[in-house]
Every structure is written in C-alpha cells, then in structure tokens.
Antibody, heavy 119, light 113 residues
Framework: QAHLVESGGGVVQPGGSLRLSCAAS????????IHWVRQAPGKGLEWVAF????????YYTNSVKGRFTISRDNSKNMLYLQMISLRPADTAIYYC????????????WGQGTMVTVSS | DIVMTQSPDSLAVSLGERATINCKSS????????????LAWYQQKPGQPPKLLIYWASTRESGVPDRFSGSGSGTDFTLTISSLQAEDVAVYYC?????????FGQGTKLEIK
C-alpha cells in the first residue's frame, strides 16, 4: 500500500531555515512526480512545489520562489523541501502528495508535518 | 495563474438529502486535445490530510462511494453528494491541474442540518 511520511517540522525564528523530508513506500517512487502542499492553521490548501519523477524539472508557487527548493533522491525513495528565509506566513502543516500520472490529481497524501515560524 | 472559486463557503444539509458544491475556474481547464477537464475534488476531515474523491472532473477514485459525483466542463464544475451521510461532514476542495501552478478553491465546509 502506498505510503508517505513527512518529518522535519518544528519551530523556527523568522529568517531561519528548515529542511522537510518525505519518505515514500509501497509504490514506484521513481515513476511519479511529488508535490508539497501546505495548510496554514484554520485555512485552506495551498500548493507549494512540484518535482518531476526524474528530478529534472521543478515548479514553485510565487511566494516561495527563491526561498524554497524541492529535491528528491530516487535511490532512497525520499523527497525534500529546503526552506530558507522563513516568514511567519510560512507557518503551516506541510503535506507531501503523490502525483497520480494517469489521473493527474494527487492520489496519496502524507499525514503532514507542522512548521511554525515565530520569534 | 488560475483562480478557483467555490460556492458556498459553508453548507448545512439534512441527512439523506442532496448536497451540491460549485467550483468556478478563472479560465478553462478543458484540454481540447484529449477532451479532459483537469479538475479534481478532495475531501478533508478534521485532523486528516485531504483525500482524493474525483479526478478528470467526473471520474470517481477507487473506493469512493457512488453517492459522490462530479460534473461540469470548461470553467464550471459541481460536486454532488446524492444522499448525505454523517461521515460526509468535512471540508471539500476543488483543484485545477491544468497548469503547473496548481491551485485549490478556498474550500466548502459541509455540515449536518
């Protein structure tokens, strides 16, 4: 059964950095693109970033361009999100989600990891 | 960027009655070459991650009860729950994946009347 598990969240001061990880199992990780989606407390879903199956292309929402970097290690079935210059507005639960090639949508989601940016 | 707008923001429906949620995109998400609408619906219950319900605007994900259905094309879409059950209380989101700046609607909170 396909499974995604995020880790690396925590409390960080404004301007600080954090690296999130997402461990994948139960599916062919190297065949699927993977997304990061976040949800601020009590708010809706916001797509953050996407990386293609082979890691050759990355896409970001405007508010994180230049500050966040998505990457993957297909040999370890791992996805990462390096976040720098963090702002209070980045406070959210961060989910990784599998892109379902034939469906286009996001068919498998992790439970999320909480990032709090506060002094 | 494509903006997704859902209506209403919240909805209260009696058990066994029909619930209808609308979603409008700021531009068409219909890809002419394959005649597919790049539109999905998700359900999110408190404390849980979102769950995929519908993709390609009207295809039900495996395991999703058939009381859930999606319809629409181009810029206007609808999620219908034909007979509301207690376990359907959740927030529902539409999402476009027509462009690689994916976007979600603001969500519709569904409650029992």
């Amino acid at each position: 059964q396909a499974h995604l598990v995020e880790s690396g969240g925590g409390v960080v001061q404004p301007g600080g950095s954090l690296r999130l990880s997402c461990a994948a199992s139960g599916f062919s990780f190297s065949s699927n693109g993977i997304h990061w989606v976040r949800q601020a407390p009590g708010k809706g879903l916001e797509w953050v970033a996407f990386i293609l199956f082979d890691g050759r292309n990355e896409y970001y929402t405007n508010s994180v361009k230049g500050r966040f970097t998505i990457s993957r290690d297909n040999s370890k079935n791992m996805l990462y999100l390096q976040m720098i210059s963090l702002r209070p507005a980045d406070t959210a639960i961060y989910y990784c989600a599998k892109d379902a090639n034939s469906k286009g949508a996001f068919d498998i989601w992790g439970q999320g990891t909480m990032v709090t940016v506060s002094s | 960027d494509i903006v997704m707008t859902q209506s209403p923001d919240s909805l209260a429906v009696s058990l066994g009655e029909r619930a209808t949620i609308n979603c409008k995109s700021s531009q068409s998400v219909l890809y002419i070459s394959n005649n597919k609408n790049y539109l999905a619906w998700y359900q999110q219950k408190p404390g849980q991650p979102p769950k995929l319900l519908i993709y390609w605007a009207s295809t039900r994900e495996s395991g999703v009860p058939d009381r859930f259905s999606g319809s629409g094309s181009g810029t206007d879409f609808t999620l219908t729950i034909s007979s509301l059950q207690a376990e359907d209380v959740a927030v529902y989101y539409c999402q476009q994946y027509y462009t690689t700046t994916y976007s979600f609607g603001q969500g519709t909170k569904l409650e029992i009347k």
